[in-house]
Structure formats: structure tokens, C-alpha cells
């Protein structure tokens, strides 16, 4: 399949989106990091400024922290990571290898953000690369020895895509699975169900991703449950759903921008779901 990143370019704004909210966390290194954004980039839009999917945001990063914790693997891909600094944290606690591919332009913008911050250690690998370019995740898995086992992670990146470039991300990480053993745990578990109450509860955002990345975020979204098992059954995975809310009490987000519980759980939270697939 012939990639042209500069499809994607439209994309990378979204890095910035998701960098902003996570300031209202306390995942490690957020503030810094949006810092370094602010500077690098400059004057930033109000659109990507959007402070009330702070806690979407950062009930998807410590839900998929927690997973990956669980799979006790010592060599990680993710896809996507935007200005994450889940792989400089990981990289740093553990014996781990830890790679990310990015759009070139991001994974030369988060080298040198992180530079700048901090000190990187070696196990962390940030390569530019699309995940729908299968020689991508050859490079990654250089770094890797074939008898361990391989988590392969992503956040947001399978909702900018359509079902044929999931497909194609899906049977890319296969392969690998395929080699090596492992899992791969998804952010992007949400429904269509979900869209429809987050353009509700924060109209705006997807306006902006839909106006940002010129990609059509509810026509790319998935029915139900049932029509991820089926898609991703199809192409040879098992699905297990993880609400957001398994997390509810590790958020702290929600007491810096004065929301209740309930607000969080049944409006904010409401249809979210992470996702780990294997090999069947």
C-alpha cells in the first residue's frame, strides 16, 4: 500500500489539542510539555484550546497506562504518540524499549521538545512513521528481541481514519503480533453513541477535528460494540472493552475544573471505552 504522509498533515494539529487539556492532570511532564509547544509553535488557535475533555483525555491515558501495565511486556510501539509523555515515563521506571512512531513532523517536534525538558533515556526510540506503512513497524522492531512479547498501543489515531486505513493498521499490527506474541490496547473504543453525546456535552470539539484534519470523524466512527467485534473479528482479533470510568479515582482533572462525580460518570465518561485486542 503506497503512503503519502502529506495526507496526513492535517492531522497534526490534533497533537496539540490532546497536549493542552492534559495541563488540567497531573500526568508528569504535561505542563512542561505544553510549554515547549507554546514556544515552538507560537501563538496557538482558541480552537485547540478546548479545557473540558481535560478528563476524557486523562481517563484514556491512565486506562491505558493501567493496561499496559498489566501486560508486564518490557517492548512497547506506540502509534501516534503525539506530545504523550507516557513513553519518556515508561522508558524511565522499567527495562523497557519503548518506541513511537509519529508523523516525521511531530517525531522531530517531540525529540526536540523533550530534549529540552529532560534528560531522554536511550530505551526511548522516536522514529517518524505512519502506521500504515508496514516497513514503519520493521524499523520499530529492530530495537526488539523476537523471543519477548510486543504491547502495541495507540490513543486517538483510529478515529481520524477510514475503515479501510483501519484495516490496513490492523493487519500491520498482526504481523507483528504475529511474530512476536503480545496485545494491542486501543484508546479508540468509543461508538458512534459516544460522538453524539460528546457533541453535547463539548459541541465544539468535533467541529474542530472535523474542520482541522478535513476527515469525517462521525462517518469514520464505528455503529456499537457488536460492529467492532465483527470488523476487527474479521481480521483476525478478539475485542475486550474497558470503560473509561474503571479510572474514575485516579482522575484529577475533574476537582481542578470544579466537576462533580456524576458529571464525570454519567455525561463526560458516558459511552467511553478503551479496547484490547489479541490474536484469536
Avoid: C
Wanted: proline fraction near 2%; aromatic fraction near 8%.
Amino acid at each position: 500500500m503506497e503512503i503519502d504522509d502529506s495526507k496526513f498533515s492535517d492531522v497534526m494539529p490534533t497533537a496539540i489539542l490532546t497536549a493542552y487539556p492534559r495541563t488540567f492532570s497531573d500526568i508528569p511532564y504535561s505542563q512542561e510539555i505544553f510549554d515547549e509547544i507554546h514556544r515552538s509553535y507560537g501563538a496557538i488557535e482558541d480552537e485547540l484550546m478546548v479545557t473540558r475533555i481535560a478528563v476524557e483525555l486523562e481517563a484514556r491515558s491512565k486506562l491505558i497506562d493501567r493496561l499496559l501495565t498489566e501486560q508486564g511486556t518490557s517492548q512497547v510501539i506506540e502509534l501516534a504518540a503525539g506530545f504523550s509523555s507516557r513513553g519518556l515515563l515508561f522508558a524511565r521506571t522499567a527495562e523497557t524499549q519503548y518506541v513511537e512512531i509519529d508523523l516525521p513532523e511531530i517525531a522531530h517536534r517531540k525529540k526536540a521538545i523533550l530534549d529540552n525538558i529532560t534528560t531522554v533515556p536511550d530505551n526511548l526510540h522516536i522514529i517518524g512513521g505512519n502506521a500504515l506503512r508496514r516497513g514503519d513497524f520493521d524499523e520499530a522492531t529492530k530495537y526488539f528481541d523476537v523471543a519477548k512479547r510486543v504491547t502495541i498501543i495507540n490513543e486517538g489515531l483510529l478515529r481520524y481514519l477510514d475503515f479501510d486505513e483501519k484495516a490496513e493498521v490492523a493487519r500491520n499490527i498482526r504481523a507483528v503480533l504475529e511474530e512476536f506474541g503480545g496485545v494491542w490496547i486501543s484508546g479508540d473504543g468509543a461508538t458512534k453513541q459516544f460522538r453524539n453525546s460528546q457533541n453535547q456535552r463539548v459541541p465544539s470539539v468535533n467541529t474542530t477535528l472535523m474542520n482541522t484534519t478535513q476527515r469525517n470523524n462521525m462517518g469514520n466512527a464505528f455503529e456499537s460494540q457488536a460492529h467492532f467485534e465483527q470488523f476487527f473479528g474479521e481480521l483476525g482479533f478478539t475485542v475486550e472493552f474497558h470503560d473509561y470510568t474503571e479510572v474514575i479515582n485516579e482522575l484529577t482533572s475533574p476537582g481542578r475544573l470544579g466537576l462533580s462525580e456524576d458529571e464525570v460518570r454519567d455525561k463526560l465518561l458516558s459511552y467511553a471505552s478503551a479496547i484490547v485486542l489479541r490474536l484469536k
